[in-house]
């Protein structure tokens, strides 16, 4: 069973630009959350979606947003970019609400540096 | 704020000897606890649970368990230099809401020498 894909892997943007992250779950599961993890805080929560509905939400700015499709693939968006958006982006998949439940499945990551 | 938290070491053991790493949180309604397990460039995995107080064991890793005192623990025995790595408590909050909240520990990393 193929695992968490995050794409793009590395990304290289300037203060101000967008980005956009995908992430495709493992076959079968519906929730998808996203995390920001560096080297200073760990790893934070940013949102969940469940079924294409957003079911919980961490402390970020509006900056950050996402959303889940129907097939359960899921994309993260952050506006405006600023240098303390470098970090590792993290998708985990999970057959229920896995933020809720504990029971996440990780993907490898997208490692964004905002210059 | 519902915290975790962990020494962020790093926790240096001898091969084979016992590694012990330690958790706590703050919630007391916090319902369900988790390990996971990060090597150097790789993504977090989910290497231990438990729900009740007492031990949970699978294979060389226990998982401790003590509500009342707040504090959740992961024991590696016969510790190998494979186990190098950081370790990261989870811990679930359902609260009064259908949908619980997660919160993760910095994480303390492990070494493990020969």
């Known amino acids: 069973k193929a695992g968490v894909t995050q794409t793009p892997r590395y990304l290289i943007k300037t203060r101000g630009q967008q980005v956009t992250l995908s992430c495709s779950p493992i076959?079968?599961?519906?929730?998808v959350s996203w995390y920001q993890q560096t080297p200073g805080q760990g790893l934070q929560f940013l949102f969940e979606?469940?079924?294409?509905?957003?079911?919980n939400k961490g402390n970020f700015p509006g900056r950050f947003s996402g959303r889940q499709f129907s097939n359960s693939r899921s994309e993260m968006n952050v506006s405006t970019l600023e240098l303390g958006d470098s970090a590792l982006y993290l998708c985990?998949?999970?057959?229920?609400?896995?933020?809720?439940?504990?029971?996440?499945?990780f993907g490898e990551g997208s490692r964004l540096t905002v210059l | 704020q519902k915290e975790v938290e962990q020494n962020s070491g790093p926790l240096s053991v001898p091969e084979g000897a016992i590694a012990s790493l330690n958790c706590t949180y703050s919630?007391?309604?916090?319902?369900?606890f988790f390990w996971y397990r990060q090597y150097s460039g790789k993504s977090p995995e989910l290497i231990m649970s438990?729900?009740?107080?007492g031990d949970k064991e699978d294979g060389r890793f226990t998982a401790q368990l003590n509500k009342a005192s707040q504090y959740v623990s992961l024991l590696i025995r016969d510790s190998q230099p494979s186990d190098s790595a950081t370790y990261i408590c989870?811990?679930?909050?359902?609260?009064?809401?259908?949908?619980?909240?997660?919160?993760f520990g910095q994480g303390t990393i492990l070494t493990v020498h020969p």
């Open positions: 438990i729900y009740s107080n």
């Open positions: 989870a811990v679930n909050f359902a609260g009064g809401t259908s949908y619980g909240k997660l919160t």
């Open positions: 919630d007391r309604g916090s319902q369900s």
């Open positions: 985990a998949s999970s057959l229920l609400a896995g933020h809720s439940t504990g029971e996440l499945f």
């Open positions: 979606y469940f079924s294409e509905t957003q079911r």
């Open positions: 076959s079968g599961h519906r929730s």
